[in-house]
């Protein structure tokens, strides 16, 4: 718990949780080469720097599986464990980064600018769980640690610290069905694929009150629901 406070990421080994063979192929079953270029399937998403992301009807269409990479494997009560907090799913994303990604710089997902805060309140938790090992040449997640306990809130003066703060970069190798856990305040960035892997990985969104769950109903009310049945959450 100590670790996650004070860096605002944590890296937990799939070893620690309960991720097995037959939950990562239920997983992976729209992955395929010829699944990766149906546009029905994946869509290119621009705001990511054009990761490929699995089309929402085809989450809902697997999501007992998700739910069970969530609850089942006991991951969610370690997400809890090691924050402190409740937990609640506010939505997922799948994605695979490929050749044609570019890179995504530093940013945070929350932030306060102009005397206005942007993204969501309180700060989400991302949870990332990687389906393949990926590395700083493969897309892994980069964070500045501990950024996420200050804000300059000026766009320049972060970047300028992301820049030049390079002993705070932390870029880990994670391995298959590792999960990196970071605060959403935290400056974080994706570097251009430079191998000819891709980088699969799975995004849990979660927030510390149900409420926080309003702004994602309308677009992951299915998954939202499968989540609070699956942890007995009226």
């Known amino acids: 718990m100590e670790q996650y406070h004070n860096d605002g990421f944590l890296k937990v080994p799939a070893q620690d949780y309960g991720i097995d063979d037959q939950l990562k192929t239920s997983l992976r079953q729209y992955t395929s080469e010829g699944n990766l270029l149906n546009e029905e ?6 705001k990511d720097q054009g990761t490929l992301t699995l089309q929402q009807s085809y989450i809902q269409e697997n999501v007992q599986a998700y739910i069970n990479l969530l609850v089942g494997s006991g991951l969610h009560a370690i997400l809890e464990q090691v924050t402190g907090r409740s937990l609640f799913l506010t939505n997922l994303m799948h994605l695979v980064t490929d050749q044609q990604c570019r890179t995504l710089r530093w940013h945070r997902d929350s932030y306060l600018r102009n005397g206005s805060w942007i993204g969501p309140l309180p700060p989400p938790l991302k949870c990332a769980v990687y389906l393949n ?3 700083p040449d493969s897309s892994v997640t980069g964070f500045i640690r501990g950024s996420h306990r200050f804000d300059p809130k000026n766009m320049y ?16 190798s994670v391995g298959e069905g590792d999960v990196v856990i970071f605060d959403g305040s935290i400056l974080h960035c994706r570097k251009k694929l430079k191998s000819d892997k891709t980088r699969e990985a799975i995004i849990f969104g979660l927030t ?5 769950q309003q702004p994602y109903r309308e ?4 998954v939202i629901d499968a989540f609070m049945d699956a942890t007995g959450i009226q």
């Open 208 to 212: 510390t009150h149900t409420n926080g």
């Open 219 to 222: 677009d992951h009310q299915p």
């Open 133 to 135: 090992g990926a590395g």
């Open 41 to 46: 399937i994946w869509r290119r998403n621009s």
């Open 157 to 172: 003066v972060d970047l300028l610290a992301a820049y030049t703060l390079f002993p705070y970069q932390a870029f880990q």
